[in-house]
């Protein structure tokens, strides 16, 4: 996968307050984006696959969020 660090940042920047806005919504999707094609283990497409899935309407609800 391309540069986990990148998700990871995008992941601290939503728990520091807690809150997911349309920014860090659009940077998840195209983080997803980059990195739908380049898994190379189950563990990499589980968490592809989830976060396209939470992903897919565009909000990310409290319950996706936990």
Known sequence: MHDLNELIGIFKGIHFDDVVNEKEITRLKDW???NKDLVYDDEQAKLINLMSKILEDGIITQNEYQ
């Open 32 to 34: 997803v984006a980059k």
